[in-house]
């Protein structure tokens, strides 16, 4: 018989620590949401909740648009 393995849910950071903010010039934070061909993770991968990753996005595709971040 197959076992499924369940792993423990992550939690969101944002919602974990209030003085956390997502801002488009924070590069060094960013730049963990993003994979090595630099596109956006899914929540399943980051633990983002729904409304921070969102925001994520925006950030990323803003800092993308001023050149902080690459396209690819």
Not at 22 to 47: E, Q, W
């Amino acid at each position: 018989m197959l076992t499924q393995k369940f792993k423990k849910r992550k939690s969101c950071i944002f919602c974990s620590s209030a003085k956390e903010t997502i801002d488009y010039r924070d590069v060094k934070t960013l730049r963990y949401f993003l994979d090595s061909r630099a596109r956006i993770k899914v929540r399943r991968r980051t633990g983002a909740c729904a409304k921070h990753q969102r925001k994520l996005a925006k950030a990323i595709k803003r800092a993308r648009e001023m050149a902080l971040l690459p396209y690819k």
